[in-house]
């Protein structure tokens, strides 16, 4: 069986290894201190649960859906004009199966052999296999400590940005925790209208801002309308990641091409799962908030504590991610990754699984109690792996 060359254009699944070491260490009884996948730990609250159990007893909704319902789209309306103050109407409005769906599929829609996308790096991987997929061509922009991890566009020569059709933007940004501030978005907003170029906003993380900047839509900027849209998910915030809600919003002639592609794909999210969409959507936002405070300390908890024992670890100024530089010098950072979790039991992501510029650092996940994390760096200490 001869399989498609596409399928070359993407390495091995970079988690295996880690995967089979952290069963081993588990079968031979010790501990794990699981820090490296982005899931919340945090239950979903129980008025959106009860919201998908109740619909899921009624046999019709069991049936395609086939679009999405008029109240699911007006409610991410009414939730973009309460929580970012931004008006959208209804057909700038377009469910998908999870953001990593929707940014695996939507450079389909966009995208001819060979066009040109930029993309950030470091960068979440679907951002990567999403243009692959498109069979474009990849120009990465760079978001390193010297521009405080946001996005340098002076590194995209006029001919690349002259090329380019779509560009990818993540902020707060995974997995660097920066966050943008009004001055980048209106660097980026200028930015694409000079080289006409759509923007592809990844807005996971609006709702885990630390500090003084606050999170806010893409849409949020002037003229961002006339160039962008953005992927808005209600996974992190409302702790429903397996549920896989997640919408296109923004220029309506995007949402059209997008929900065409999708159409041809998919039959609509499942009808219980819109109705617990819509409950969330209209929901009151406190818990979220106090979420927010939580992930917070949990980051003090562990950059902190890391600082404390002479890892030097940036504090992460947004989303549920911290990013730390290897310590050990000339060491990759899967080498790393292996020996920390041999060593302590602490379990992070190699920065080379996100881009050409991930290579030096590790990602933590704030995904464990305060508690925890406390022990989770105790363990680190008393391994001995930072003084060497």
């Given at each position: 069986?001869?399989?498609?060359?596409?399928?070359?254009?993407?390495?091995?699944?970079?988690?295996?290894?880690?995967?089979?070491?952290?069963?081993?260490?588990?079968?031979?009884?010790?501990?794990?201190?699981?820090l490296?996948?982005?899931?919340?730990?945090?239950?979903?609250?129980?008025?959106?649960?009860?919201?998908?159990?109740?619909?899921?007893?009624?046999?019709?909704?069991?049936?395609?859906?086939?679009?999405?319902?008029?109240?699911?789209?007006?409610?991410?309306?009414?939730?973009?004009?309460?929580?970012?103050?931004?008006?959208?109407?209804?057909?700038?409005?377009?469910?998908?199966?999870?953001?990593?769906?929707?940014?695996?599929?939507?450079?389909?829609?966009?995208?001819?052999?060979?066009?040109?996308?930029?993309?950030?790096?470091?960068?979440?991987?679907?951002?990567?296999?999403?243009a692959?997929?498109?069979?474009?061509?990849i120009?990465?922009?760079?978001?390193?400590?010297?521009?405080?991890?946001?996005?340098?566009?002076?590194?995209?020569?006029e001919w690349?940005?002259?090329?380019?059709?779509?560009?990818?933007?993540?902020?707060?940004?995974?997995?660097?925790?920066?966050?943008g501030?009004?001055?980048?978005?209106?660097?980026?907003?200028?930015?694409?209208?000079?080289?006409?170029?759509?923007?592809?906003?990844?807005?996971?993380?609006s709702?885990?801002?630390?500090g003084?900047?606050?999170?806010?839509?893409?849409?949020?900027?002037?003229?961002?309308e006339?160039?962008?849209?953005?992927?808005?998910?209600?996974?992190?915030?409302?702790?429903?990641?397996?549920?896989?809600?997640?919408?296109?919003?923004g220029?309506?002639?995007?949402?059209?091409?997008?929900r065409?592609?999708?159409?041809?794909?998919?039959?609509?999210?499942?009808?219980?799962?819109?109705?617990?969409?819509?409950?969330?959507?209209?929901s009151?936002?406190?818990?979220?908030?106090?979420?927010?405070?939580?992930?917070?300390?949990?980051?003090?908890?562990?950059?902190?504590?890391?600082?404390?024992?002479?890892?030097?670890?940036?504090?992460?100024?947004?989303?549920?991610?911290?990013?730390?530089?290897?310590?050990?010098?000339?060491?990759?950072?899967?080498?790393?990754?292996?020996?920390l979790?041999?060593?302590?039991?602490?379990?992070?992501?190699?920065?080379?699984?996100?881009?050409?510029?991930?290579?030096?650092?590790?990602?933590?996940?704030?995904?464990l109690?305060?508690?925890?994390?406390?022990?989770?760096?105790?363990?680190?200490?008393?391994?001995?792996?930072?003084?060497?």
């Amino acid at each position: 069986m001869q399989f498609s060359r596409r399928l070359n254009a993407f390495g091995d699944e970079i988690f295996a290894s880690l995967n089979e070491k952290k069963l081993q260490r588990e079968r031979e009884g010790k501990k794990i201190y699981n820090l490296s996948v982005g899931t919340p730990d945090f239950a979903a609250p129980e008025s959106i649960r009860n919201a998908l159990i109740e619909a899921a007893k009624d046999p019709e909704n069991w049936k395609y859906s086939l679009r999405d319902i008029p109240e699911l789209t007006q409610s991410v309306c009414a939730y973009y004009r309460r929580r970012f103050g931004v008006e959208i109407a209804p057909e700038m409005v377009a469910s998908c199966n999870g953001t990593q769906e929707g940014m695996g599929h939507i450079g389909l829609a966009l995208c001819d052999v060979g066009d040109t996308v930029l993309l950030p790096s470091p960068c979440y991987p679907v951002f990567i296999a999403g243009a692959k997929m498109a069979e474009a061509e990849i120009f990465y922009y760079p978001m390193t400590e010297k521009t405080n991890f946001l996005p340098d566009l002076t590194a995209i020569p006029e001919w690349v940005a002259r090329r380019a059709k779509y560009m990818v933007v993540s902020l707060p940004a995974n997995p660097m925790g920066s966050v943008g501030t009004r001055e980048t978005y209106e660097k980026i907003i200028a930015f694409a209208k000079k080289y006409d170029i759509l923007i592809v906003h990844d807005n996971a993380y609006s709702d885990i801002v630390f500090g003084e900047e606050v999170g806010r839509s893409f849409l949020s900027y002037p003229g961002a309308e006339e160039v962008g849209v953005e992927f808005f998910s209600l996974s992190k915030s409302f702790n429903v990641t397996g549920a896989r809600i997640s919408f296109l919003v923004g220029r309506k002639d995007v949402v059209a091409a997008f929900r065409k592609l999708r159409s041809q794909i998919d039959f609509g999210m499942f009808l219980p799962v819109q109705k617990a969409a819509i409950v969330a959507l209209n929901s009151s936002l406190d818990g979220v908030k106090a979420q927010c405070e939580e992930y917070r300390a949990r980051r003090d908890e562990l950059c902190g504590g890391f600082q404390k024992i002479g890892w030097n670890i940036p504090d992460s100024k947004g989303s549920m991610f911290v990013w730390a530089p290897v310590p050990k010098e000339g060491v990759t950072s899967m080498a790393f990754c292996l020996e920390l979790m041999e060593r302590s039991g602490v379990l992070c992501t190699p920065g080379s699984s996100f881009g050409p510029l991930g290579e030096g650092f590790v990602r933590f996940a704030l995904v464990l109690e305060r508690k925890i994390i406390r022990e989770a760096v105790e363990s680190v200490e008393r391994c001995g792996i930072l003084k060497e």
